[in-house]
């Protein structure tokens, strides 16, 4: 899917130089066979190995996130405390959880969240996609998760390093090892520390097919290669308008965020956000084990992969 044959390269134009019109394809053919040019960039973007273009930018950025971190982290405990209590008093369970991701260079770390489901929601031993209206969310829990309130003690993963205010949105390693099957250089974009934040995810829904995977990988490799001070604080603006409930492409509109092109390039279809009609999709084994979370992860056993849609 992400290759293509370039026929400039057929052996038989280079040992035969005097007749080259005779062993050439029509020049019709040649045009239609091949992708754009768009769709070259977008393919070739998607195989490369992203390298951080800002090799300063960076480990600043990752210092100047942690001081920052402290200092928020500091504000807001009282409000996690406050949060804390109320989980557990509202529900059976520890108020914080731990759920093990892949961050850095592929390393793994546990990232801390506000428990917002129930604890025996996987007392079936199957790990589902979460979705809207999902019965195992407690009350509490759909008002943390509609307002971000849950990914507070995330805080806690920059100060010690393990992750970074803004980037790609970190995932389970064995989700991470099936995903590499069907996304080529998932690893990408382990380059740089996952984030709190990111473009992804403030262009995007949640996660429900492989091409929602593949849409996201665009915008976060597009996030390594073009990563600066700006595109940062307006991020983390547009996810403090989120959390008050200004959301979707008003928020991408307003903080110049949108990056529709990016994802076209790839040749995939940009979904609306919030508008997401139920997928027509085949399934594709994706068996998680071994987890030392105490909550639920956000994936089925098997994850589903987009189909075209069939003709009317």
């Given at each position: 899917?992400?290759?293509?044959?370039?026929?400039?390269?057929?052996?038989?134009?280079?040992?035969?130089?005097?007749?080259?019109?005779l062993?050439?394809?029509?020049?019709?053919?040649?045009?239609?066979?091949?992708?754009?040019?768009?769709?070259?960039?977008?393919?070739l973007?998607?195989?490369?190995t992203?390298?951080?273009i800002?090799?300063?930018?960076?480990?600043?950025?990752?210092?100047?996130?942690?001081?920052?971190?402290?200092?928020?982290?500091?504000?807001?405990?009282?409000?996690?405390?406050?949060?804390?209590?109320?989980?557990?008093?509202?529900?059976?369970?520890?108020?914080?959880?731990?759920?093990?991701?892949?961050?850095?260079?592929?390393?793994?770390?546990?990232?801390?969240?506000?428990?917002?489901?129930?604890?025996?929601?996987?007392?079936?031993?199957?790990?589902?996609?979460?979705?809207?209206?999902?019965?195992?969310?407690?009350?509490?829990?759909?008002?943390?998760?509609?307002?971000?309130?849950?990914?507070?003690?995330?805080?806690?993963?920059?100060?010690?390093?393990?992750?970074?205010?803004?980037?790609?949105?970190?995932?389970?390693?064995?989700?991470?090892?099936?995903?590499?099957?069907?996304?080529?250089?998932?690893?990408?974009?382990?380059?740089?520390?996952?984030g709190?934040?990111?473009?992804?995810?403030?262009?995007?829904?949640?996660?429900?097919?492989?091409?929602?995977?593949?849409?996201?990988?665009?915008?976060?490799l597009?996030?390594?290669?073009?990563?600066?001070?700006?595109?940062?604080?307006?991020?983390?603006?547009?996810?403090?308008?989120?959390?008050?409930?200004?959301?979707?492409?008003?928020?991408?509109?307003?903080?110049?965020?949108?990056?529709?092109?990016?994802?076209?390039?790839?040749?995939?279809?940009?979904?609306?956000?919030?508008?997401?009609?139920?997928?027509?999709?085949?399934?594709v084994?994706?068996?998680?084990?071994g987890?030392?979370?105490?909550?639920?992860?956000?994936?089925?056993?098997?994850?589903?992969?987009?189909?075209?849609?069939?003709?009317?």
């Open positions: 899917m992400f290759e293509f044959n370039d026929s400039d390269s057929d052996s038989s134009v280079a040992t035969e130089p005097k007749e080259p019109a062993h050439r394809p029509d020049p019709t053919t040649y045009r239609a066979s091949e992708p754009s040019a768009v769709a070259r960039r977008g393919r973007a998607m195989n490369a992203p390298k951080a800002h090799p300063i930018y960076f480990p600043v950025k990752y210092f100047c996130e942690r001081v920052l971190a402290l200092g928020a982290l500091v504000i807001v405990a009282p409000v996690i405390l406050i949060l804390v209590i109320l989980v557990r008093a509202t529900s059976k369970g520890p108020g914080i959880y731990r759920q093990e991701r892949v961050g850095l260079g592929r390393k793994s770390f546990d990232v801390f969240k506000l428990r917002t489901m129930y604890q025996d929601a996987e007392a079936d031993g199957r790990a589902k996609w979460s979705q809207k209206g999902d019965p195992r969310i407690t009350p509490l829990g759909r008002f943390l998760r509609r307002t971000h309130l849950d990914e507070l003690p995330q805080l806690w993963n920059v100060v010690i390093g393990d992750m970074s205010l803004t980037g790609p949105r970190p995932e389970r390693p064995s989700i991470c090892e099936k995903l590499k099957q069907h996304i080529p250089n998932y690893y990408a974009r382990t380059e740089v520390k996952p709190i934040t990111g473009l992804a995810q403030i262009n995007l829904e949640p996660d429900c097919t492989i091409d929602d995977v593949r849409r996201k990988q665009c915008l976060d597009h996030y390594i290669h073009h990563a600066n001070l700006w595109l940062d604080l307006r991020m983390l603006f547009a996810t403090v308008l989120r959390m008050i409930g200004i959301r979707g492409s008003v928020v991408t509109r307003w903080m110049g965020l949108c990056r529709k092109h990016v994802i076209e390039a790839q040749g995939l279809q940009v979904v609306k956000m919030h508008s997401r009609r139920e997928p027509d999709a085949i399934e084994d994706l068996a998680v084990s987890s030392r979370s105490s909550e639920p992860c956000c994936a089925d056993k098997r994850l589903r992969v987009d189909r075209a849609p069939r003709p009317k």
